[in-house]
């Protein structure tokens, strides 16, 4: 009798053992779903204990002669140094194209007439977490009856601002004058990361991407927003794919042109070494395998080439942000460059770095005032330090799935390729996924309305099929 007992408490504890394991196991999965949203505090010294001013207040981009003279007598002063010949852009921005930038700059190039062209839109500033953040926010001219407008947070990167919205604004918030029909129309917001433009820049230190999408998220419960989707690139990319952590049932659908996989494991290492001679075993296309190989090539040695900035900006930003911040013409020659080589990579071989093909003068010259007026470039540059310091595949974010409907637009000149297969490991419910026809880094300034119909056909799916009520 005492051994049958002595075995019905063993089998009592093995139970109890099993049931704790499988709580722990289910409840620990549930609780890893979702990203904690970070409530920070960034602004100057200790956090008051009063309550923060919530008011949303107009704001315009200004501008003074002191500024604009400022400007003009340190592109007067600016010292060139002769590039070597035949070196196109291969070693940088070429020198002798800078200097007829910096001649447009000073002699064309209006400022004032541009700052007419940012106000054209109403844009606003808020406090949050104790920082000013400024953002765009447009909505619809006009809706069809019974039809109501879909919010849409549109985030940039670096060295990007706003502004690189200005040309697809008006396709999503009045699709049908552009013969993109009337079924989805957008309300856009599109926010400055703090730290670049026009949003105050962080006083502590830590400000990561699940800061800054712990921001937009409250900026948009803050307008009303409750359910939305969310569309970025560059580190817009990683903060719209943190915010879908963070509130996967706020965010109806989350829309990339440009995905990265920090997380790779075995059958990666395996795709890479052998998917160019089995590309159906690894879930390869033909696209996937045109773009990817070979790897030394298309990956790995394009990385080692294009990623300087990165390094040095993820170690010791403020160093060399110092200069920029002095010098418009080394703040020009330093951003420009990234709009050659990241629009297209063959653009390196041509002396003036194909940089007009794409986009005007106008439009460039506004992108790096944006920077000059508001002193952001070392601030911006530091975003890296932040989110990279600690390693790559560390943090949280980066071990957790995305299981908010996702869609992404690949563009064939985006510096690296991340295709379907590797990409579904961490989104795991893409509802569409496209091979885009032309287009590089910068989606929404260089190709506007290849992407704008990409979102509005993924849009029209995620609506269609209630997607996000699936989750």
Request: hydrophobic share 40%; aromatic share 14%; proline share 6%.
């Amino acid at each position: 009798e005492f051994c049958s007992s002595l075995a019905g408490i063993m089998l009592l504890e093995v139970f109890l053992v099993l049931g704790t394991l499988l709580v722990y196991f289910l409840f620990s999965k549930r609780k890893e779903e979702t990203l904690p949203f970070k409530d920070g505090w960034w602004g100057k010294g200790q956090k008051p204990l009063t309550q923060e001013d919530t008011s949303v207040r107009p704001f315009k981009v200004e501008t003074t002669e002191e500024e604009l003279s400022d400007l003009f007598r340190r592109l007067d002063q600016a010292r060139f140094t002769e590039p070597l010949e035949n070196s196109c852009f291969h070693y940088g921005t070429n020198l002798v194209h800078l200097r007829k930038v910096v001649s447009y700059w000073k002699n064309q190039f209006n400022w004032k007439k541009q700052v007419e062209v940012l106000n054209k839109y109403p844009q606003f500033k808020t406090k949050i977490q104790g920082i000013d953040v400024h953002f765009v926010h447009v909505k619809p001219p006009c809706l069809p009856e019974g039809q109501a407008a879909k919010p849409l947070l549109m985030v940039h990167g670096w060295p990007g601002s706003f502004y690189e919205f200005y040309k697809i604004i008006p396709l999503l918030t009045d699709p049908a004058s552009h013969g993109l029909g009337d079924e989805h129309i957008f309300e856009v917001i599109c926010p400055s990361i703090p730290g670049y433009g026009f949003s105050e820049a962080p006083h502590k230190k830590d400000f990561d991407s699940v800061s800054a999408a712990s921001v937009f998220y409250e900026l948009m419960l803050r307008l009303g927003f409750n359910e939305f989707y969310t569309q970025g690139g560059d580190w817009g990319w990683l903060i719209c794919t943190n915010l879908a952590q963070i509130a996967p049932n706020h965010v109806k659908g989350l829309h990339l042109n440009m995905a990265s996989v920090s997380k790779l494991g075995l059958p990666h290492l395996l795709s890479v070494l052998l998917g160019r001679y089995f590309p159906g075993l690894f879930g390869f296309q033909d696209e996937d395998v045109r773009r990817m190989f070979p790897f030394l090539k298309k990956g790995l040695y394009r990385i080692l080439s294009e990623s300087g900035y990165a390094h040095i900006q993820a170690t010791k930003p403020d160093t060399v942000g110092c200069g920029l911040n002095d010098s418009p013409v080394g703040l020009a020659a330093y951003i420009l460059e990234k709009f050659s080589s990241w629009t297209d990579l063959e653009f390196q071989n041509l002396e003036d770095g194909g940089l007009e093909r794409k986009f005007s003068l106008d439009e460039l010259l506004t992108n790096i005032m944006i920077y000059w007026v508001s002193g952001c470039i070392v601030s911006s540059m530091r975003f890296y330090k932040e989110n990279l310091q600690k390693g790559i595949g560390t943090q949280k974010h980066e071990k957790l799935p995305v299981q908010v409907p996702t869609g992404i637009a690949s563009f064939p000149n985006e510096i690296l390729h991340t295709p379907q297969a590797w990409a579904k490991k961490k989104y795991t419910n893409i509802v569409s996924f496209h091979f885009m026809p032309r287009g590089g880094h910068f989606a929404a300034f260089e190709e506007p309305e290849l992407l704008a119909k990409d979102i509005l056909q993924f849009v029209g799916k995620v609506e269609k099929e209630q997607l996000w009520k699936k989750k």
